[in-house]
């Protein structure tokens, strides 16, 4: 099981990235997404989900109308679209993959893989 993932950088407060995470190596339909971030000093915390079974989504409030989560299933990527980006929002960010579902998307724990991380480097 591999989950890479990729497109994090520097970017100016206001200014938008799109993260990718391309899955390999598992029934990709089978298990549900989840984006974390950690920023230094903080711990790891959930940013959003989408479910396998019906893909449900869910969003941290602090991300909420600003981030889009969204799949490809033909390619096994999950995307995470973030727009108006805040200096806060800078942290390392991971996709980490749960078979079927979780209502506790949000926890660590719940997630069997993860990705490598990618940072997110927003300026003031």
């Known amino acids: 099981v591999q989950l890479q993932a990729s497109g994090g950088g520097l970017v100016q407060a206001g200014g938008s990235l799109r993260l990718s995470c391309a899955a390999s190596?598992?029934?990709?339909?089978?298990?549900?997404i989840g984006w974390f971030r950690q920023a230094p000093g903080k711990e790891r915390e959930g940013v959003s989900y989408?479910?396998?079974?019906?893909?449900?989504?869910h969003y941290a409030d602090s991300v909420k109308g600003r981030f889009t989560i969204s799949s490809d299933n033909a390619k096994n990527t999950v995307y995470l679209q973030m727009n108006s980006l805040k200096p806060e929002d800078t942290a390392v960010y991971y996709c980490?993959?749960?078979?079927?579902?979780?209502?506790?998307?949000?926890?660590?724990?719940?997630?069997?893989?993860w990705g490598q991380g990618t940072l997110v480097t927003v300026s003031s």
């Open positions: 980490a993959a749960t078979y079927r579902s979780t209502p506790l998307w949000y926890k660590v724990q719940e997630y069997a893989y």
């Open positions: 989408i479910s396998s079974s019906d893909r449900m989504i």
């Open positions: 190596g598992f029934t990709f339909k089978d298990y549900s």
